[in-house]
C-alpha cells in the first residue's frame, strides 16, 4: 500500500470490499475494513485518517465524507464508488492518492 486515501468500508459491503480491494490498490487508494460497527464511530475515524466512507446506508447522506452506494451489481457499484470518492476529494480538498 502507498500513502493513498483510506477507503473505508461498511460491514454489509464486505462482499464487496473483497471483489475491489486489489482493484482500488492499484489506483493508489488504501481499502480497509471498517474496525467499528456503529455509524458515529466509523464517521469518527474516517475524520480521524482523513478517509472516504463507502456505505449503503442513509443515514450517511449527511456526512460529507461518505459515498452513499445502491446495491446493484458490483461493476456499476465500483464504477459509482469511484466516481463519489472523486467528488469528495475534489470538493473538500483532501489528499489524493498517488
Not at 446495491?71 to 470518492?85: C, F, H, I
Request: hydrophobic content about 40%.
Amino acid at each position: 500500500m502507498g500513502d493513498g486515501t483510506y477507503l473505508i468500508f461498511d460491514l454489509p459491503l464486505k462482499g464487496f470490499y473483497n471483489w475491489s480491494r486489489k482493484r482500488l490498490e492499484y489506483l493508489g487508494f488504501r481499502p480497509v475494513m471498517t474496525p467499528y460497527r456503529y455509524d458515529h464511530h466509523i464517521m469518527t475515524y474516517a475524520l480521524m485518517v482523513d478517509g472516504v466512507v463507502i456505505t449503503t446506508d442513509k443515514d450517511f447522506l449527511k456526512f460529507r465524507r461518505a459515498v452513499v452506494l445502491e446495491v446493484d451489481k458490483y461493476e456499476k457499484m465500483y464504477v459509482r464508488a469511484l466516481k463519489g470518492v472523486r467528488r469528495v476529494l475534489d470538493g473538500e480538498g483532501m489528499s489524493r492518492p498517488t
